[in-house]
């Protein structure tokens, strides 16, 4: 709604004037024009279009920053939390796997067997999250932008990613596990 500047006093008023120059040369020129218009009114200070965005959306892209900071944080706390668990079941399972070695299993099928209980697990744990993102979402609706709150490809996405990650911390222990000599494995128990 317009209303004119006597009318509603404001302490700051801005001027856009659209050039092909830089700032800097046509500031002079504009501090010029609005002192011969008006000598009492300051020209406090000249910033191109380009700096008022970038200073509008600063904090919230300091905010998209910091999100995204504490996500790959709980990224990374999710992949050692995996790796740690997995480290522990392959050695509660040194006995079991020994066995399984002596009895004839080869490498690949202890890699399989141990990163495929690993992926079972996360399996569980992302359907479990995934179904509750879903649920909560809804909730969450009035502060999604330009994101659907049962958006697919967001899903899928972080369902894939989390995948990767725990294919990539799986696979240390599943590798130790396929290094574990069968007759120690046997003789330590």
Do not use: N, W
Not at 72 to 77: C, S, V
Not at 111 to 126: I, K, P, S, Y
């Amino acid at each position: 709604m317009y209303a004119p500047h006597a009318q509603v006093g404001m302490e700051e008023m801005a001027v856009v004037a659209r050039t092909g120059l830089d700032a800097a040369a046509v500031g002079p020129a504009i501090r010029t024009i609005a002192k011969g218009l008006d000598a009492g009114v300051p020209v406090s200070e000249i910033r191109t279009l380009g700096d008022v965005r970038s200073a509008s959306i600063s904090s919230d892209r300091f905010r998209t920053l910091l999100v995204g900071t504490f996500a790959l944080l709980a990224l990374a706390l999710a992949a050692i939390g995996i790796y740690g668990v997995i480290s522990y079941g392959v050695a509660q399972r040194s006995r079991e796997i020994g066995i399984r070695m002596a009895l004839g299993a080869r490498p690949p099928e202890i890699l399989r067997l141990v990163v495929g209980d690993g992926m079972l697990t996360v399996a569980v744990g992302v359907l479990v999250g995934v179904m509750a993102a879903a649920g909560l979402s809804r909730f969450l609706e009035s502060l999604l932008y330009g994101v659907e709150p049962h958006d697919p490809t967001t899903f899928i996405g972080v369902t894939l990613l989390i995948g990767v990650v725990a294919l990539a911390a799986s696979v240390i222990p599943a590798r130790r596990a396929v290094r574990v000599d069968p007759v120690v494995a046997l003789r330590s128990e």
